[in-house]
């Protein structure tokens, strides 16, 4: 596909590898340093809201200032403060871990307006198939961080990660070469776009509501499913790999719902996956440690990350303001509203089990899929 052969997407796009393996890695992480459930929701939500609340003012700034340092300076940020959390012991090792996300902040909403923009330049206006490849590079890192976390710290302990941020530096140097020369991007007003139209509250309402249940059930699966495993009495590399397989679901059901919702109205695609979705979580809160796990885990990633750009592009088109802003704001959305409720369900999982947690969670999708039909976009 010519978009993958186009060096300002391709460099994007392994960026986005980069900064979501640096954060797939976390859970394994705090699972490997013998944290309990709450703490590891705790801290997991610390993180993602760091890595999320800042999400518009970054995004602000970039529809302003361009994307090159935001979103190199975003990798690069990662790599440092990555590297300091496995130097420093304890609790000065975790703030350190929790600056990190500030990188990611930094680069998520100018990655996906460089994605999306390069998408209608290249795919002939096909922007939310861009915007889903954008994503998938960054579920891929989700799939690779656990596994590749998994596999390091069985075999050279917390010293063999070093390797993550080795990797991420110079992506993020040759990042900032490519911007430089691709120059800033075009504000939403200017940029060859179609007419863009206000939301009603209507619509906004259920976007909310729908970001927020398959953000929190994904949050729940990904932040969750390594202690489960662990508890049932299986090593790190087989957790650190079972929540790779949901994140590697995930980046491909990502690509399959933006090419479906780029020929189909979007809000049947959404609603029809996540009413999919419900029906492998609900079986892996039933069968305990099996085999079928290891295709269970990642058809719920796909069946809940196929809405997923599908909702980013939305928003571009339909929140006021620059793109770059309306990506941070919708990014943001999900990501502190996946963590809010990783709060109760952490704390519910210690105490009353994770297979009750997955019941929860394979409703939240059940209810989220007839509200899907709500986002409906505009006539323009």
């Given amino acids: 596909m010519p978009i993958f052969l186009d060096p300002v997407f391709s460099s994007i796009a392994l960026s986005h590898l980069v900064v979501d393996t640096f954060n797939a890695s976390r859970p394994v992480l705090l699972t490997y340093l013998g944290l309990s459930e709450s703490q590891i929701a705790l801290f997991s939500t610390i993180y993602i809201w760091s890595s999320s609340l800042t999400q518009p003012l970054f995004g602000w700034i970039s529809d302003r200032a361009g994307p090159r340092w935001l979103a190199a ?116 007003a200017h940029a060859n776009t179609p007419t863009r139209v206000q939301a009603g509250m209507v619509f906004i309402l259920a976007l909310m509501i729908v970001a927020t249940l398959q953000s929190w059930a994904q949050a729940n699966m990904v932040n969750l499913i390594p202690k489960y495993i662990k508890d049932l009495g299986q090593g790190a590399t087989v957790y650190g790999s079972m929540a790779g397989l949901f994140m590697g679901g995930s980046a491909l059901g990502n690509v399959m719902g933006g090419l479906l919702g780029d020929h189909y109205p979007k809000r049947f695609i959404a609603s029809i996956m996540l009413f999919l979705a419900a029906f492998p979580i609900l079986a892996i809160s039933r069968i305990g440690w099996s085999g079928w796990l290891f295709l269970l885990v990642p058809l719920a990633g796909a069946m809940t990350g196929s809405v997923h750009s599908i909702m980013v592009v939305l928003a571009q088109r339909l929140i006021p303001g620059g793109m770059a802003l309306a990506s941070g704001l919708v990014l943001g959305f999900i990501f502190s509203s996946g963590a809010l409720g990783l709060l109760y369900t952490g704390h519910l999982a210690e105490t009353q089990g994770f297979p009750l947690v997955l019941t929860i969670t394979s409703a939240m999708v059940l209810v989220a899929s007839p509200l899907a039909m709500l986002l409906k976009e505009p006539a323009a």
């Fill in 73 to 188: 300076g975003g990798v690069l940020w990662m790599a440092v403060f990555y590297s300091a959390a496995l130097t420093l012991p304890g609790t000065p090792g975790l703030i350190c871990l929790i600056t990190a996300a500030l990188g990611s902040s930094a680069f998520h909403p100018v990655g996906a307006v460089q994605a999306t923009l390069r998408g209608r330049d290249l795919l002939r206006g096909h922007d939310t198939t861009a915007a889903a490849f954008f994503f998938m590079a960054g579920q891929m890192g989700h799939f690779i961080g656990p596994i590749l976390t998994g596999l390091i710290l069985a075999s050279f302990d917390l010293p063999g990660l070093y390797i993550i941020p080795i990797v991420a530096i110079p992506i993020g140097l040759s990042l900032a070469r490519l911007l430089h020369e691709q120059g800033p991007h075009q504000s939403a």
